[in-house]
């Protein structure tokens, strides 16, 4: 049997995935979930956490952070993961970091610049409103 494995992004627990496990398995899936753990370790650790979790064939379904997981230990755990789902995930690229594809840092914009407002007659503000 196949066993989807839910995998949270950074600063979540595997309770994040508890209602779509709870789903999947009145559907008949088997579905766990994972948390991956805090603290003094990195990806090559989350990647070793969850291809050791993996016993049997595997379906790996990512969010955020996790995408940079569940992509990296499919890599390395061959035909026993069946397929990845991202779901708003990071996936890796070689020689990339996760902050490269974050992009960089905006800045604020200048106390002067214009206010940009889609058209309508909602979006007009106030000469006043538009003082800050």
Same mark, same amino acid.
């Given at each position: 049997?196949?066993? $989807?494995?839910? %995998?949270?992004?950074? @600063?979540?627990?595997? @309770? ?7 789903? #999947?398995?009145?559907?008949?899936? &088997? ?7 805090? +603290?003094? %370790? +990195? ?6 956490? #969850?291809? &050791?979790? %993996? &016993? ?10 996790? +995408?940079?997981? $569940? ?12 397929? =990845?789902?991202? %779901?708003?995930?990071f996936l890796p690229v070689n020689g990339h970091s =996760? #902050?490269?594809? @974050?992009?960089? $840092? ?6 002067n610049a214009p206010i940009l407002t889609p058209p ?8 006043? &409103?538009a003082r800050v």
């Open positions: 049997m196949t066993t $989807t494995i839910l %995998v949270p992004g950074a @600063w979540m627990g595997g @309770w994040i995935w508890e209602p779509t496990v709870q789903i #999947l398995r009145q559907h008949g899936i &088997d579905a766990e979930t994972i948390t991956l753990e805090n +603290g003094d %370790v +990195g990806l090559g650790d989350h990647v070793r956490h #969850l291809i &050791d979790r %993996v &016993d049997g064939k595997a379906i790996f379904i990512s969010h955020s952070y996790s +995408g940079m997981v $569940t992509a990296s230990a499919a890599d390395r755990s061959g035909e026993q993961v069946r397929g =990845l789902i991202h %779901v708003g995930s =996760l #902050l490269d594809a @974050w992009g960089p $840092t905006p800045q604020p914009a200048p106390r309508g007659p909602l979006a007009r503000p106030n000469e006043a &409103d």
